[in-house]
């Protein structure tokens, strides 16, 4: 098996662990922002005062998509995770990835002066991978750091595609893993789909020289907990793919948690608007739906922008200049509210 190292944070800090608000560090635990299980109602706005703010990091400039399904059986996965025709999570992959969902994430291009020098586009679904992980790694609880060794081994061994990059290097691939029914997830203190769990997340590891970015979903059918508490619509595959657009997005705007764009108070992109759902079509012209993300441009959760992406269109070759005017237009919010709060 392939010798894994977790990439260090910048900033520990823990989060979602039962009686311990978002952002809070605790001295016992360092793990990446997680999406929260819900108690109640989603909330119908962004907390007041929440911001990004860029760490340095990378972000992912054109997003490579490949679904894993983490072994067991069709008959152990709700059939829309299991498919690939639509409407399935694969074609959500394909549909979402190319839709407006994302062309207004040019306001999270990173700058090459003290950044990466990224501009954030459209991706792409690459393909659906089915498993069979090792027994070591494939007990009843399966602990994050199995998952980072099982997807190291599974991609030496050529049953998942190899990572991409960009012309930087920068990872462009996500492995975005499906578990069967009856598997729990761990990730240091928390637990999946339990009161103060979560339920789902990010992270990403190097291996051979490579940073490897992935995002574990657990199950969301009737038998899970997870159904209870990661969104209130009325049908499954609705809050399935909201759960996994929260993560999609977070992974792009900050692939290797915290370092990329972050609020340390309330989260990441996804986080700061947990569960708040709307819809979108995608490039297959379907309509999805999707957890709302956090601008801060426009300093609320939001599923597209059409007046932003007509004008990214129509200035073509110019985006890095919009992405620029974005950046300097948020940064000017937030120091409002800085002033205001004095």
């Known amino acids: 098996m392939a010798q894994t190292t977790r990439l260090a944070f910048a900033l520990a800090l823990s989060c979602a662990v039962a009686g311990l608000a978002m952002g809070e560090a605790s001295a016992a635990t360092t793990v990446p922002p997680v999406h929260r299980m819900g108690a109640g109602p989603a909330p119908a706005a962004a907390p007041a005062g929440a911001h990004l703010a860029y760490f340095g990091g990378s972000v992912i400039s054109r997003i490579q998509v490949v679904q894993v399904l983490y072994g067991g059986t069709q008959s152990a996965y709700a059939s829309q ?9 694969a074609s959500f992959y394909a549909g ?16 090459s002066a003290g950044g990466t020098g990224q501009t954030i586009g459209r991706g792409a679904f690459l393909a659906q991978r089915h498993i069979v992980p090792s027994a070591a790694n494939d007990g009843s609880v399966i602990s994050d750091l199995q998952i980072e060794g099982e997807i190291a081994a599974q991609i030496a ?16 691939t996500v492995y975005m893993i ?7 997830i761990t990730l240091g203190p928390l637990t999946s789909c339990t009161s103060g769990g979560f339920c789902a997340y990010h992270q990403s590891f190097a291996s051979n020289g490579q940073t490897i970015v992935y995002g574990v979903l657990p ?32 992974a792009v705007t ?18 700061i608007c947990n569960q708040q759902q709307g819809t979108v079509v995608g490039g297959d012209g379907l309509t999805y739906v999707v957890q709302k993300e956090f601008s ?5 959760c939001v599923v597209t922008r059409p007046a932003s ?11 890095p200049w919009l992405a620029a005017a974005l950046l300097l237009a948020g940064a000017a919010r937030s120091g409002a509210r800085a002033t205001a709060r004095r």
């Open 96 to 111: 979402v990835t190319n839709s407006a969902y994302f062309d207004w994430l040019v306001e999270y291009d990173t700058p």
């Open 219 to 250: 199950d969301m059918g009737p038998t899970s907990a997870c159904s209870l508490g990661c969104g209130a619509n009325p049908v499954e595959f609705n809050d399935q793919t909201a759960v996994a657009s929260h993560e999609l997005i977070e």
């Open 81 to 89: 995770v299991w498919a690939t025709a639509s409407p399935s999570l």
């Open 309 to 319: 992406v007509a004008v990214a269109q129509a200035l073509g070759g110019a985006a």
């Open 178 to 184: 499906n578990f069967p029914r009856g598997k729990t």
């Open 296 to 300: 801060n441009v426009d300093d609320a």
């Open 254 to 271: 900050d692939p290797v948690p915290t370092l990329g764009w972050y609020d340390p108070n309330n989260g990441e992109i996804g986080d």
């Open 157 to 172: 061994a050529g049953a998942l595609p190899a990572p991409t990059s960009d012309a930087a290097g920068n990872p462009n």
